[in-house]
């Protein structure tokens, strides 16, 4: 079965670290990209961050995290990192690994269970 596995979140006082990672188990093929994804209480989810390999491993992030976030992968893990320096209050949130790959049953989305991050003052 394929599948994300996320950890890593936890609380943090403001201006602290946090490194989120995110796994994909299973039969893979190939994986097309990874992002993280948040969604805050009482607010939708947005994109945090994406890397991508059809472009050449290019990476997109927030406005709102662009300087303090990286997001990067380890291929013989298949696995994505996030990590996110000078944590903010507002990056209070419940952070989704998602992921688009191809495996025995042709193209997935896949999305991981969620990690809580609290960021205190």
């Known amino acids: 079965q394929v599948q994300l596995v996320e950890s890593g979140g936890g609380l943090v006082q403001a201006g602290g670290s946090l490194r989120l990672s995110c796994a994909a188990t299973?039969?893979?093929?190939?994986?097309?990209?990874m992002g993280w994804y948040r969604q805050a209480p009482g607010k939708q989810r947005e994109l945090v961050a994406a890397i991508t390999i059809t472009s050449g491993g290019s990476t997109n992030y927030a406005d709102s995290v662009k300087g303090r976030f990286t997001i990067s992968g380890d291929d013989a893990k298949n696995t994505v990192y996030l990590q996110m320096n000078n944590l903010k209050p507002e990056d209070t949130a419940v952070y989704y690994c998602?992921?688009?790959?191809?495996?025995?049953?042709?193209?997935?989305?896949?999305w991981g269970q969620g990690t809580l991050v609290t960021v205190s003052s």
């Open positions: 299973g039969l893979i093929f190939k994986i097309n990209a």
């Open positions: 998602n992921a688009d790959v191809y495996s025995i049953k042709g193209y997935l989305e896949l």
